[in-house]
């Protein structure tokens, strides 16, 4: 049973810096392009930030670019979102993603991804 469990989120003033964790389990995690993901009330699901299987090419929306940074440490089933500098446009439900094994995409498109994990919520205060 595939499983993924989000971690990190919290209340955090503008200027301020989060690190998410996507726990995974249940299936071969290495395998798997990974995604974060996030959804503000009244707003349509936005990707942030997608990894390859190695970790070696990454994408990232442009709102987060410079901000953000995706990680993952196969060895642990374990991906990361950094978030520096938050701002309160950021605040929204995160959640991390994996698409179809051995599969080869890694961008913005939700429907490309075939797990799902229950979300952590992240607020920013101005």
């Known amino acids: 049973q595939v499983q993924l469990v989000e971690s990190g989120g919290g209340s955090v003033q503008a200027g301020g810096s989060l690190r998410l964790s996507c726990t995974a389990s249940g299936y071969t995690y290495s395998g798997h392009c990974m995604g974060w993901f996030r959804q503000a009330p009244g707003k349509p699901r936005e990707g942030v930030a997608g990894?390859?299987?190695?970790?070696?090419?990454?994408y990232y929306a442009a709102s987060v670019r410079g901000r953000f940074t995706i990680t993952r440490d196969n060895a642990e089933n374990t991906l990361y979102l950094q978030m520096n500098n938050l701002k309160p446009e950021d605040t929204a439900i995160y959640y991390c993603?994996?698409?179809?094994?051995?599969?080869?995409?890694?961008?913005?498109?939700?429907?490309?991804?075939?797990?799902w994990g229950q979300g952590t919520q992240v607020t920013v205060s101005s």
């Open positions: 990894i390859d299987v190695g970790g070696g090419s990454t």
């Open positions: 993603a994996a698409g179809p094994f051995r599969g080869t995409y890694y961008g913005p498109t939700s429907s490309l991804y075939n797990y």
